[in-house]
């Protein structure tokens, strides 16, 4: 079972509730939300999405993104050319295919909604 997904009140230590054990973590669960931090997974308390560098939040979740409906780490708002950067860097180079994947073409000077790797 995935950390926050699970559905043992007792894992991970300190935890009290259950996730749904669907094999989706789903970030708007304020209970998977709450596993993930207790098992390390995302920073901070409570159900407040923690930030990055660029301003954007940054998460775990189930969405459907250019057809595929699974598990990613998705950040939102992040600057068109460190998504392009970083997905030729770390992966293919083209936003709808392969591991790294965005919701909008790499245009410079604009942001990018959401910049998601697949888990």
Known sequence: ??????????????????????GFLNE?????MQDMRLAGILPGTGITLPTHAFG???????QNINGQNINWIIATNVPAEV?????????DGVRTTGEIQAT?????????AVFAWKL
Do not use: F, H
């Open 28 to 32: 708007t669960d304020g209970w998977e």
């Open 104 to 112: 909008a073409n790499y245009v410079a000077d604009t942001t990018i």
């Open 83 to 91: 998504c392009q950067e970083i997905d030729s860097k770390y992966d």
């Open 1 to 22: 079972m995935l950390p926050g997904d699970e559905n043992d009140a007792n894992s991970p230590t300190g935890d009290t509730n259950n996730g749904n054990n669907n």
């Open 56 to 62: 954007g939040t940054l998460r775990i979740d189930q």
